[in-house]
């Protein structure tokens, strides 16, 4: 551990936690991959059709098994065999199927991912999201900033479809104020709140993980945010008490493969196609060590 001297933040390598940290409920990430790839959780997506297909082979990669399950007669039958289920806002048709099977989950005791995909955008999706949080009890909800805010705030944003707003860019100029947004939102929904950007936030209502990988790149290709929660899904799967630390090594994994796919990109001066396959692909062959190695993260103390 070292003292960056920034904003109360203190700076952690993976592989050298204290009991401090241990505390705070932050787990091994290696040890969470490993989890995965032992488990092979079965993870339920009902997710849209621009982005199924990527979300099924991330889970693969990851070691973990797709079941697409959407359609409101089969649901809720279907979460029963899931050890995990991801509910996807940009299958925004398919709302009844969420709700249905999330409330199974919950009888069951099994994770639920949310992604709030555009929910601000329109009234459709804000009162789908409002539905959704009143019905079903979320274990993780990743969004982007945008996303995160909205949930937070409740207010209307135009123009930014699924990307985020440039207002709401998370930056080491306005972290404390975003770690505070995302911590309380946690506290009030019970779910650990997981946003995603150039600087992943998470909490889970008392403690507040600042993670710094990825890329770029990453923004230039369709579903990158989906994926993310699918793996979310993975994780979480696998080790379903344990959803904070969950959600922080798969997004700690997903940068750091997106950061693998980059290089990657840069030495054969390819383009985004070939990046999105070479993101599933580093997933699929990250090991322990380039995890340990690789993710960059901080307990805030702010």
Do not use: W
Request: glycine residues 10%; contains cysteine.
């Amino acid at each position: 551990m070292r003292d960056t001297g920034e904003m109360g933040i203190r700076t952690m390598d993976v592989g050298t936690m204290d009991a401090e940290a241990m505390d705070a409920g932050m787990m091994d990430f290696a040890a969470s991959l490993a989890r995965v790839r032992e488990r092979a959780p079965l993870v339920q997506c009902i997710t849209n059709f621009v982005t199924v297909n990527d979300c099924a082979n991330i889970i693969l990669a990851a070691g973990g098994s797709p079941s697409m399950a959407g359609d409101v007669r089969e649901a809720a039958e279907a979460v029963c065999g899931a050890q995990a289920l991801v509910c996807n806002m940009g299958a925004i048709e398919m709302v009844d199927s969420m709700v249905s099977a999330g409330k199974k989950a919950n009888e069951l005791g099994k994770p639920v991912i949310l992604d709030p995909v555009a929910v601000g955008g329109t009234q459709l999706r804000r009162e789908a999201a409002g539905r959704l949080l009143d019905e079903v009890h979320f274990t993780v909800i990743r969004g982007n900033a945008s996303e995160i805010r909205y949930l937070a705030e409740r207010r209307a944003t135009v123009g930014s479809g699924v990307d985020v707003m440039a207002v709401d860019v998370v930056t080491r100029d306005n972290l404390s104020a975003v770690a505070k947004m995302v911590r309380e939102l946690a506290a009030r929904t019970g779910s650990v709140i997981a946003l995603s950007g150039v600087l992943d936030v998470v909490s889970d209502g008392k403690n507040v993980v600042v993670l710094e990988n990825g890329c770029a790149t990453m923004s230039r290709i369709t579903g990158s945010g989906c994926m993310l929660t699918s793996l979310i899904g993975a994780f979480c799967g696998a080790d379903p008490e344990h959803g904070f630390a969950a959600a922080c090594a798969a997004m700690a994994a997903m940068g750091v493969c997106g950061e693998m796919a980059e290089r990657l990109r840069l030495e054969r001066g390819s383009g985004n196609a070939s990046f999105r396959t070479d993101l599933i692909d580093a997933i699929f062959s990250l090991t322990e060590k380039q995890l340990l190695e690789g993710a960059h993260y901080e307990i805030f103390k702010g």
